[in-house]
């Protein structure tokens, strides 16, 4: 039974960042799965694939084409 989510309530002013460089080690925030930091990227150009360790809910593999991911730093 996978663990549920802990939800997360995004920044008052959440936007998503153009995620088209990101790099392993980055922090950053997703909507649901609140802060996390970047340990993996792969996949193909046109479809990366980010690994990200979020503070809350463990590693999930993020598809960037469709979630939208806000930079912290």
């Known amino acids: 039974m ?3 989510v802990k939800e997360h ?10 995620t088209s460089n990101l790099q392993v080690g980055q922090k950053v925030e997703h909507q649901k ?3 996390g ?8 150009i046109h479809n990366p694939i980010a690994t990200v ?6 590693e ?10 806000r930079i912290v730093e």
Do not use: H, R
């Open 2 to 4: 996978p663990a549920k």
């Open 9 to 18: 309530v995004p920044t008052a002013d959440f936007v998503a960042s153009d």
């Open 33 to 35: 799965f609140g802060f």
């Open 37 to 44: 930091e970047v340990l993996k990227m792969e996949g193909a």
């Open 53 to 58: 360790k979020f503070e809350l809910n463990g």
């Open 60 to 69: 999930k593999k993020i598809m960037l084409n469709y979630a939208k991911l």
